[in-house]
Nanobody, 116 residues
Framework: QVHLVESGGGMVQPGGSLRLSCTAF????????MGWYRQAPGKQRELVAD???????AITDSVKGRFAISRDNAKNTVYLEMNSLKLEDTGVYSC??????????WGQGTQVTVSS
């Protein structure tokens, strides 16, 4: 019953910035986790950043210092701010929602391409 809508993908030059947004619609639990995953060409999907509905959050080491995840609980929206983008950041970025009620939803994915 949860549907995720993503936006913000596109093409950017190395060193550039991009901001991804993901908004959840439907039966949203008060306690949940929303995060961003990515899959580069020829590689497995990996977690980029997770943001629980509470204060704690996590981000993978490869993007730490360059990316930041944030939430607006009133809008049921999670953001991924990406700065100093590198060629290896290229991939399909997908938003994820999960909660203890058993819901596990994925967005369709948004393409991020870092290219000269």
């Amino acid at each position: 019953q949860v549907h995720l809508v993503e936006s913000g993908g596109g093409m950017v030059q190395p060193g550039g910035s991009l901001r991804l947004s993901c908004t959840a619609f439907g039966s949203i639990a008060s306690i949940n986790v929303m995060g961003w995953y990515r899959q580069a060409p020829g590689k497995q999907r990996e977690l980029v950043a997770d943001s629980p509905s509470g204060r704690n959050r996590a981000i993978t080491d490869s993007v730490k210092g360059r990316f930041a995840i944030s939430r607006d609980n009133a809008k049921n929206t999670v953001y991924l701010e990406m700065n100093s983008l590198k060629l290896e950041d290229t991939g399909v970025y997908s938003c994820n929602y999960r909660d203890t009620g058993g819901q596990n939803a994925w967005g369709q994915g948004t393409q991020v391409t870092v290219s000269s």
